[in-house]
């Protein structure tokens, strides 16, 4: 037995029940009458039983043609949600975005879920990365839009936010007066490594490189167990610490701003309108 039901078959079949007759499904699947008579003698070929009895003047469907039908149903149905996911799939839009990791943690999950309530098939892809390799990735057009301490070349970017700097240290961490300062840095290139040098360096208090690491989650780690001291904003960091700007007679640190930065290779509606977000959370 031939299995291979055709859709149009299935279509046509159901057009037969609800319009009463051969010749107003004709009109209905734009096909002459008699091109849809041989498409339900496919049918019968294919099932191996008659689909149609004839009472009085009328065909009306058999017991195996009742069945059938409600299959038909069911099939059409199924490949309608399949057309219409692919369609989803296929016009899904993409947003490639990249930030740091202090606004990662802080400031984007409001603006994620305000974006997601507006633009539920689009998809986020979030690179948390230190702002010089951000930059790169907009330059290359890895990305469509960056958040950045940088405010350099060709990407002025737009003012976002300013976070406060402090010296952060473990909450039993404990100062030894005139010991060289137990320093906890990243690795270069680093605003905040050179912001905390350049600090220590005009007061001339002592200092030594005790912990440098490639991410700040080695700098966290470092500084939740104790080895020493770092310059950050506190976004990401558990309440057991202790900022020390005053306490040890360290030197004030300033701010730092951040940036938001659009590609100038690829800016769609989606981007336009993650970037209004940004601006209207973040700012």
Same mark, same amino acid.
């Given at each position: $037995?031939?299995?291979?039901?055709?859709?149009?078959?299935?279509?046509?079949?159901?057009? @037969?029940?609800?319009?009463?007759?051969?010749?107003?499904?004709?009109?209905? +699947?734009?096909?002459?009458?008699?091109?849809?008579?041989?498409? $339900?003698?496919? #049918?019968?070929? @294919?099932?191996?039983?008659?689909?149609? =009895? $004839?009472?009085?003047?009328?065909? *009306?469907?058999?017991?195996?043609?009742?069945?059938?039908?409600?299959?038909?149903?069911?099939?059409?149905?199924?490949?309608?949600?399949? &057309?219409?996911?692919?369609?989803?799939?296929?016009?899904?839009?993409?947003?490639?975005?990249?930030?740091?990791? *202090? !606004?990662?943690?802080?400031?984007?999950?409001? +603006?994620?879920?305000?974006?997601?309530? =507006?633009?539920?098939?689009?998809?986020? @892809?979030?690179? &948390?990365?230190?702002?010089?390799?951000?930059?790169?990735?907009?330059?290359?057009?890895? #990305?469509?839009?960056?958040?950045?301490?940088?405010?350099?070349?060709?990407?002025?970017?737009?003012?976002?936010?300013?976070?406060?700097?402090?010296?952060?240290?473990?909450?039993?961490?404990?100062?030894?007066?005139?010991?060289?300062?137990?320093?906890?840095?990243?690795?270069?290139?680093?605003?905040?490594?050179? $912001?905390?040098?350049?600090?220590?360096?005009?007061?001339?208090?002592?200092?030594? *490189?005790?912990? +440098?690491?490639?991410?700040?989650?080695? &700098?966290?780690?470092? +500084?939740?167990?104790?080895?020493? &001291?770092?310059?950050?904003?506190?976004?990401?960091?558990?309440?057991?610490?202790?900022?020390?700007?005053?306490? !040890?007679?360290?030197?004030?640190?300033?701010?730092?701003?951040?940036?938001?930065?659009?590609?100038?290779?690829?800016?769609?509606?989606?981007?336009?309108?993650?970037?209004?977000?940004?601006?209207?959370?973040?700012?």
């Amino acid at each position: $037995m031939n299995q291979n039901l055709q859709i149009s078959h299935l279509k046509t079949l159901i057009a @037969i029940n609800e319009e009463g007759s051969f010749s107003a499904a004709s009109e209905r +699947v734009g096909r002459t009458q008699s091109a849809v008579t041989h498409q $339900m003698q496919n #049918l019968e070929q @294919i099932i191996g039983t008659p689909l149609f =009895a $004839m009472n009085g003047r009328n065909r *009306e469907l058999t017991n195996a043609g009742l069945t059938l039908l409600r299959h038909a149903y069911e099939i059409i149905a199924l490949c309608n949600q399949a &057309v219409s996911a692919a369609e989803k799939n296929f016009n899904i839009g993409t947003i490639r975005v990249g930030t740091p990791l *202090e !606004i990662a943690e802080d400031l984007w999950p409001q +603006v994620l879920r305000v974006f997601n309530e =507006a633009w539920p098939n689009t998809r986020v @892809i979030l690179h &948390v990365e230190r702002s010089p390799l951000l930059m790169q990735l907009l330059e290359s057009g890895e #990305l469509d839009l960056a958040i950045s301490t940088r405010r350099l070349g060709a990407h002025k970017g737009k003012p976002l936010t300013s976070l406060a700097v402090n010296w952060i240290a473990a909450a039993d961490w404990e100062y030894i007066p005139r010991e060289p300062l137990p320093l906890i840095l990243t690795d270069e290139p680093s605003m905040f490594r050179r $912001m905390a040098l350049s600090a220590l360096d005009i007061s001339g208090l002592p200092y030594y *490189e005790k912990f +440098v690491s490639s991410s700040m989650l080695g &700098v966290r780690s470092a +500084v939740i167990a104790g080895l020493g &001291v770092t310059a950050r904003t506190i976004s990401g960091f558990p309440p057991e610490i202790q900022l020390l700007d005053s306490k !040890i007679g360290l030197p004030p640190l300033p701010d730092i701003s951040y940036y938001v930065h659009q590609s100038d290779q690829r800016m769609t509606k989606e981007c336009e309108a993650l970037l209004e977000i940004i601006l209207q959370y973040i700012c």
